[in-house]
């Protein structure tokens, strides 16, 4: 079946401009994430949702970043006056469920989007 | 606090050879899960194992075997007759559910297979 899918897989943009990232998880997984990957941070948590409960924040770096889910499905992540250290790839994954021990938590990951801040 | 080190920043090996990746993790939980991914040049993160605290069996899938010690907190990576694809970044991860749904991820191994 078709798996994690992203959108744009590029942006270029210039500081001070709001971007906003596109996520499509694989049908039926109730838990996604959004990781950046940077090269000088490795890959960083940012959030986490499952299903309705309320979403896990506390991996985004500042409040210029914030992320919704509309009806358990797509996901967009949005960044508001961008800054040039925000120039990463940002990943976004989907499980089953993010309930550790079920079996059903491994992570798939989609392609990412290059974010260059200019 | 949770830890994933991979102290191998970059390895090369001539195709054929065999190559180990390290990985060694630091956790509190009694109950956690590993997994190690695939990053080839196109970018895409690929899942090739997970492994939970309580299974400690080594694991074999081709030419890739998983070596698990709890005694020494370390989950490594053997891919024996290394051929040119599977050159790429490879990330060690670790899971442990309670009340943290995040992987918390190794800095990678870069790993060129040279023909």
């Known amino acids: 079946g078709a798996g994690v899918s992203q959108s744009p897989s590029n942006k270029v943009t210039e500081k001070g401009k709001d971007v906003e990232l596109r996520c499509d998880p694989i049908s039926g997984h109730t838990a996604l994430y959004w990781y950046r990957q940077s090269l000088g941070q490795g890959l960083e948590f940012l959030i986490y949702f499952q299903g309705n409960s309320a979403p896990d924040k506390s991996g985004l770096p500042s409040d210029r970043f914030s992320a919704e889910r509309t009806g358990g499905s797509v996901s967009t992540l949005t960044i508001q006056r961008t800054q040039q250290e925000d120039s990463a790839v940002y990943l976004c994954?989907?499980?089953?469920?993010?309930?550790?021990?079920?079996?059903?938590?491994?992570?798939?990951f989609g392609p990412g989007t290059r974010l260059l801040v200019l | 606090a949770q830890k994933v080190t991979q102290a191998q920043t970059e390895i090369s090996v001539v195709e054929k050879e065999d190559v180990t990746l390290d990985c060694v993790y630091e956790?509190?939980?009694?109950?956690?899960?590993l997994f190690w991914y695939k990053q080839p040049p196109s970018g895409e993160l690929v899942f090739l194992i997970r492994?939970?605290?309580?299974?400690?069996q080594n694991e074999i899938s081709g030419r890739y075997s998983w070596n698990f010690q709890k005694s020494t907190s370390s989950f490594n990576f053997t891919i024996t007759a290394s051929q040119v694809v599977d050159s790429a970044v490879y990330f060690c991860?670790?899971?442990?559910?309670?009340?943290?749904?995040?992987?918390?991820f190794g800095k990678g191994t870069k790993l060129s297979v040279i023909p």
């Open positions: 994954a989907s499980s089953l469920e993010g309930q550790a021990g079920s079996g059903q938590e491994t992570q798939y």
């Open positions: 956790t509190r939980d009694t109950t956690y899960y």
């Open positions: 991860a670790l899971y442990s559910g309670a009340g943290s749904y995040q992987l918390t």
């Open positions: 492994r939970n605290s309580f299974d400690e």
